[in-house]
């Protein structure tokens, strides 16, 4: 007979339920602080779905009524150095981690609210208003939420696309030497995200202090937990995982305070990730002020069931139960709550002049300019102000031919020798001899801290890079193998880290570099070969660069290192076994911010390349009768690009070439071409020229791989076929 052993999860998975004896043991000023968080949040968000009801909120008002509990309950064991993030129903979240940054012994219900509660009411309002005053200026709204300074480090609108952040925290956290915890707040809709289960997996492997909070509030819009998945106990996923995990009531938050601080004293201790379920219920529907059942998906009687267990009722029992307040002193606290609130309105809104009675709009004076609208979308290189700029014309020191490949491993050895801040994560970097292509060579052996192989999950460890950047402690270098894997982690790359400055504000720093390689010609076929460029110049945030030679590859990675936005390095395959000339012993310079170089000097056209393919370009001009000016690009994005030296060529040749291996359909050359022709269309005999690769992706025949894809004949022709006009 076959023999059936019972397995059992090697982490704990239990259900923690509160009894009379928690409560009686509990805290009295723990109670009150509770109480007057609640209300104060409650009352907070009745303002939003008023303002909402309005016309005053443009948007979403993702309203969090009636999950108040896990937020205050979660909160509250935590101290300001704790970071936290959550999702787009995040204002309850956001309030109790602010309210307890400003009042961390807690809110006195005898007493008036600071000065700093209010301040903290007010500009939350006012970024869910979109007002100037509001944390990133309105930019963020209702679902970008951000204070650094009390460890609220940002919610996010997309599901599940703040988890990998929240990971990159925790690891600061420790690689700091602290004992602070991270906790990413988010929904049940979320636990069923890549992105989350992939970070699990990484936090559990590197056993990182961070809270995976669950707040299960039984719907996703409209789609409930027992139709989305085949385990709606949530906090089941931990054990998988091998992560510690608790399930409470949501609706107490008593229980969510001591489930919290297991959860804290295990990840503080040294012990890896949590994860907490908080069974709860959203009393209104996605968004807007009118309950679910208003659409059908769910029945009065349901609602009426949550409702009779609120957080507040239940709450305020229980202080009359012990006799710690009397029912005029509960009603005090709502009474002051919603007259802070009147108070806080009254800052922001004015009466329509010639309205209805009591109609009221937003003061002009409380709007952002709208000049304000592109600030800020990168940042102003200042850090460049002292740094050691040097091209191949004016550098100082030795140089020598070396190997491309070299270049880049002996770069990256310096600058972690001479900058602890900088780690260096993906997959199989720590191995190898250097990874793949010997890129980081040596680095494992002499920073094992600071070299990090990751597993196969390149949305999770680029968001951990995200959050180790947004944190500002430390500088992740990230590398994706090829550079088609950026769409496993496009959400990350995208939404998250190069949008990240600009949508909280302007003048967070994002100082993030990604290494990824070009492989086209190495048989790799149509998921490793693709060249980003063209993808990346179109999201906002973005910095690129492109070297081709081992001494621009040195000044570049410097530059994208001290760069304080986020910078892709772009890397060819054909150019690691290559050599040219690089710095002999001075590792340290930095190539200019947006200089490129001009490789070759003509007259009759100007030959615009990146990357290897400007190779094949001076190949193609020697083989043509046409005296061609070609200029390598070096840096990609449109901040960046030297227009300088581009418009002083096209003015001099009066002819343009845009060559580039890549298919047209993510033709970097696309929108280049495009701008060329606003800006110097009266300089130009002819429109501008291009050569690219086909339509389809390169395959793995060596045959339709090399048809696919532009080299020196396709310049060759192009140039000879311009000869003629």
């Known amino acids: 007979m076959t023999d059936r052993r019972k397995l059992e999860p090697a ?23 509770m109480l007057s968080q609640l209300v104060l949040i409650r009352t907070f968000e009745e303002t939003v779905l008023e303002s909402a009801g309005s016309g005053l909120i443009h948007g979403p008002a993702h309203s969090s009524i009636g999950q108040e509990a896990g937020a205050v309950g979660s909160a509250l064991p935590l101290t300001s150095q704790d970071a936290v993030n959550g999702s787009h129903r995040g204002h309850h979240q956001f309030l109790a981690k602010a309210l307890h940054h400003v009042a961390p012994k807690g809110l006195d219900p005898a007493k008036e609210l600071t000065e700093e509660i209010r301040e903290v ?22 679902m970008h939420l951000q204070w650094k300074e009390a460890g609220a480090m940002g919610t996010n609108a997309i599901v599940g696309g703040g988890v990998p952040q929240a990971a990159g925290f925790a690891w600061a956290h420790r690689q700091a030497g602290t004992d602070a915890v991270s906790v990413t707040y988010f929904g049940d809709g979320a636990v069923n995200i890549g992105s989350t289960l992939e970070t699990f997996n990484l936090a559990a492997a590197w056993k990182l202090p961070v809270c995976f909070f669950i707040e299960n509030n039984q719907y996703a819009v409209s789609t409930s937990v027992f139709e989305a998945t085949g385990e709606p106990r949530l906090s089941g996923r931990g054990p998988g995982f091998n992560i510690a995990s608790w399930k409470v009531d949501g609706m107490d938050p008593l229980a969510v305070y001591l489930a ?32 679910g059942s208003a659409f059908g998906y769910r029945s009065k009687a349901e609602e009426k069931r ?66 304000f609208v592109d600030v800020g979308v990168r940042g102003d290189l200042s850090e460049f102000d002292e740094a050691p700029l040097a091209d191949v014309d004016s ?65 999770a460890f680029a968001g951990l890079g995200g959050g180790i950047a947004l944190d500002g402690r430390y500088k992740p270098v990230v590398e994706f193998m090829y550079a088609d894997f950026m769409w496993v982690a496009a959400d990350q790359l995208f939404n998250q880290i190069g949008k990240a400055r ?8 994002m100082p993030f570099v990604l290494r990824s390689k070009v492989a086209m010609g190495t048989g790799y076929g149509s998921q490793h070969s ?87 370009v001076l190949e193609a001009v020697e083989q043509v009768d046409i005296d061609a000016e070609v200029v390598d690009l070096r840096w990609l994005d449109r901040a960046s690009l030297d227009w300088d030296t581009l418009g002083q060529s096209i003015k001099k040749t009066n002819n343009v070439l845009i060559a580039e291996q890549g298919a047209v359909g993510t033709s970097y050359g696309g929108w280049l071409a495009d701008e060329i022709h606003r800006r110097f269309f009266d300089w130009l005999d002819q429109p501008v020229q291009r050569v690219t690769g086909g339509q389809a992706s390169p395959s793995i025949s060596k045959v339709l791989e090399r048809a696919a894809i532009a080299q020196t004949d396709e310049v060759v022709a192009k140039l000879t076929e311009m000869a003629r006009y």
């Open 306 to 371: 949550w409702r009779d267990r609120d957080p507040i009722k239940q709450l305020s029992a229980q202080l009359l139960r012990r006799g710690i307040m009397t029912q005029p002193e509960i009603d005090d606290i709502v009474a002051r709550a919603r007259k802070a609130m009147a108070d806080t309105t009254d800052v922001l809104l004015e009466p329509v002049p010639g309205g209805k009675p009591g109609q009221r709009r937003i003061k002009d004076s409380e709007w952002p300019d709208p000049a």
């Open 530 to 616: 693709m060249d980003p460029a063209g993808i990346f110049v179109t999201a906002p945030g973005w910095r690129i660069v492109a070297p081709t030679t081992p001494f621009d590859y040195v000044g570049l990675m410097n530059s994208a290192l001290r760069c304080k936005d986020p910078v892709v390095v772009l890397e060819h395959v054909d150019l690691y076994a290559s050599t040219g000339l690089g710095p002999v012993d001075d590792l340290d310079y930095c190539l200019p911010v947006g200089k490129a170089a001009v490789r070759r000097t003509g007259s009759d056209v100007t030959v615009i390349s990146y990357l290897a393919m400007v190779r094949y």
């Open 260 to 291: 919290m601080q297991e959860a804290v004293a295990h990840m503080r201790a040294g012990k890896g990730p949590t994860i907490i379920e908080a069974d709860t219920y959203r009393y209104f529907h996605q968004n807007g002020g009118f309950p």
């Open 502 to 509: 600009h949508m909280f504000g302007g003048t967070g720093d």
């Open 121 to 142: 009411l007010l500009r939350t309002l006012a970024e869910i208003c979109g007002l100037d005053r509001g944390f990133s200026h309105g930019r963020g709204g209702s």
């Open 11 to 33: 982490a704990p998975w239990v259900e923690l339920v509160v009894t009379t004896e928690d409560w009686d043991a509990a805290e009295p000023a723990l109670l009150t602080t």
């Open 395 to 459: 550098f100082t020191g030795a140089l020598g031919e070396q190997k491309f490949i070299d270049a880049v491993a002996g770069v990256m050895a310096r600058r972690m020798e001479t900058d602890a801040s900088v780690v260096v994560m993906g997959e199989d970097v720590h191995r190898l001899n250097g990874g793949t292509n010997g890129a980081t060579r040596g680095l494992k052996e002499r920073f094992p801290d600071r070299v990090l192989g990751t597993p196969i999950s390149e949305n």
